[in-house]
């Protein structure tokens, strides 16, 4: 049998309209939650817990002590993903309230754990529901509201990628390359870069089509079975940064970089990503440049250690990241 898994449920209305009969155990940031508790005080909350860290063992202790009905997380990629794990975990139907548009979390319905210094994707489930209020969304900070962009730029780099292993013949079986597939991606790029600048100003129609965006790219890539389309050198870069600095940074904060390195050292023109990125306000500055530099000459040892699909950066060498590093 073949699984395809769906998107959740979307529903665009103000949070104070939110009718939520159950229990509901709570999985949150606190800077969120801070940001529209009072918009959510219909709520009954049970049980609520803020993770700490995408550790399983952690999310394993919540799940076995959570309490309620139906697992409502509000917050960004960690809560979600949390929440994710604890109702499947427990069989229980999750809402997610995103505060930001800060990663396509929302929409998948794997959840991303830190293991030996890489991130692992385990099989959780997609919310049942996801609930956009767009003035929450809009009064966000502006450096994590609409920097899932990077979810969706990454198409520019993994679909090279996805080329480049096929092309060397290195692609395996069960992701193998598929031309039309790349098309499609290739159009979610050029309507990300389109909607970038109204996105990036909170702008209700462009974080509509920034939704549109990470949605289908995520549809596709569970259509397809896996993410070569959109997960690539920008990831893996960012994966290996994040072992590093040995603390998470927002997603955005660690791909954005990764997107216009790798593309750099892809040799693609790299002036409308980082145009998106800015008009998205996703910091680019934020990983101190030592770890840039150990990140890039580690990085084709840490891809092979780690077993990641192949890429450029499994092969990138001293000239061709300082090619990357100077796209930064
Ligand atoms: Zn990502």
New binding site residues.
């Given amino acids: 049998m073949t699984r395809v898994w769906p998107l959740p449920e979307l529903q665009y209305r103000p949070l104070t309209d939110i009718d939520e009969p159950r229990d509901v155990a709570l999985v949150y940031s606190r800077a969120a939650w801070d940001a529209v508790a009072s918009q959510l005080t219909s709520l009954r909350v049970a049980w609520s817990a803020e993770p700490g860290a995408a550790i399983e063992t952690e999310w394993r202790r919540l799940a076995d002590e959570c309490e309620g009905e139906v697992v409502v997380s509000v917050g960004g990629g960690l809560a979600t993903d949390a929440a994710k794990y604890i109702a499947s975990t427990r069989g229980l139907p999750l809402v997610c309230i995103p505060t930001a548009l800060s990663?396509?979390a929302f929409f998948t319905w794997a959840s991303g754990v830190r293991r030996d210094g890489c991130v692992h994707y385990i099989p959780t489930k997609p919310p049942d529901r996801v609930v956009v209020d767009f003035e929450v969304i809009r009064g966000a900070p502006p450096s994590v509201r609409a920097a899932g962009i990077?979810?969706v730029l990454?198409i520019a780099t993994g679909s090279w990628d996805w080329r480049y292993a096929h092309e060397r013949g290195l692609n395996p079986e069960d992701a193998p390359y598929d031309s039309s597939a790349d098309r499609i991606a290739a159009t979610l790029l050029a309507a990300a870069l389109e909607c970038a600048d109204a996105a990036g100003a909170g702008d209700e129609e462009g974080l509509r089509r920034l939704i549109d965006c990470l949605a289908l790219e995520v549809q596709l890539c569970n259509l397809l079975g896996h993410s070569r389309p959109e997960?690539g050198s920008e990831?893996y870069f960012a994966y290996s940064a994040e072992s590093i600095l040995g603390h998470g940074l927002p997603?955005g904060d660690l791909?954005g970089p990764g997107i216009l390195i790798m593309a750099g050292v892809q040799g693609q023109d790299t002036r409308p990503l980082r145009d998106a990125l800015v008009a998205c306000h996703t910091p680019l500055d934020t990983i101190p440049p030592d770890v840039l530099e150990r990140t890039l000459r580690g990085l084709p040892e840490y891809c092979r250690r780690h077993e990641l699909p192949h890429g450029i950066a499994h092969d990138v060498t001293h000239e061709m990241g300082r090619r990357g590093l100077d796209c930064l």
Avoid: C, T
């Fill in positions: 990663v396509d990077g979810d990454s997960e990831h997603h791909v």
